[in-house]
């Protein structure tokens, strides 16, 4: 079992920026993707943005692209949400998530983190 485990989330006014981290507890061998997606209050979990594993190739919703930058870390088996220029309708449950394979754009995930609250003040 892969445990995820989501860190720096918070609250911060509207343009500013957060940086999310989410560590592994083992690297998966094989082809995989670690990402973030988000659930906002009364809306369905969407998509944020992902990386594979494989190739560093990386992918993002429409509504944070040139906003939000993820990145990885091999050696330290993590990955990150670089956040800037957040928005109100940024504010979520960001939760971390792994599958085995390319990534998805839909929330089809194998392995998730608890979350971390992400609020951004209007």
């Known amino acids: 079992q892969v445990q995820l485990v989501e860190s720096g989330g918070g609250l911060v006014q509207a343009g500013g920026s957060l940086r999310l981290s989410c560590a592994a507890s083992r690297r998966t061998v094989g082809s995989y993707a670690m990402g973030w997606l988000r659930q906002a209050p009364g809306k369905e979990r969407e998509f944020v943005a992902a990386i594979y594993w494989y190739d560093g190739s990386a992918y993002y919703a429409d509504s944070v692209k040139g906003r939000f930058t993820i990145s990885r870390d091999n050696a330290k088996n993590s990955v990150y949400l670089q956040m800037n220029s957040l928005k109100p309708e940024d504010t979520a449950v960001y939760y971390c998530?792994?599958?085995?394979?390319?990534?998805?754009?839909?929330?089809?995930?194998?392995?998730w983190g608890q979350g971390t609250q992400v609020t951004v003040s209007s």
């Open positions: 998530a792994a599958k085995r394979g390319v990534p998805s754009y839909d929330p089809n995930y194998d392995y």
